[in-house]
Nanobody, 117 residues
């Protein structure tokens, strides 16, 4: 099962990016799908997630700046990131299947977000 992220890039602090994750249709009806990120030298963390009913979770550090959404007609998971900060620099991965906290079954290869001053 393949998850393919896109939309990463370099942006100045305060700017915006929208990440996309193309995923097999069945993932959108299973458990929640999530956006994880891993900054250099740090552990991977769950940044945002969305369940099949549309309920969303955000890490404290991104709440109010990031928005997670899905477009089931396009089989795509999105992460809109606004007011980006230097600390948001990381590799971002989408994941599906399994459990958000104990382990997801399917992962994309990631897309790099670099925020500069």
């Amino acid at each position: 099962e393949q998850l393919v992220e896109s939309g990463g890039g370099s942006v100045q602090a305060g700017g915006s990016l929208r990440l996309s994750c193309l995923a097999p249709e069945r993932f959108f009806n299973l458990n929640a799908m999530g956006w994880y990120r891993q900054a250099p030298g740090k552990e991977r963390e769950l940044a945002a997630a969305i369940g099949p009913s549309g309920n969303a979770y955000y890490a404290h550090s991104v709440k109010g700046r990031f928005t997670v959404s899905t477009d089931t007609a396009k089989n795509t998971l999105y992460l809109q990131m606004n007011n980006l900060r230097l600390a948001d620099t990381a590799m971002y991965y989408c994941a599906a299947g399994g459990d958000l906290w104990s382990g997801m079954d399917y992962w994309g290869k990631g897309t790099l977000v670099t925020v500069s001053s």
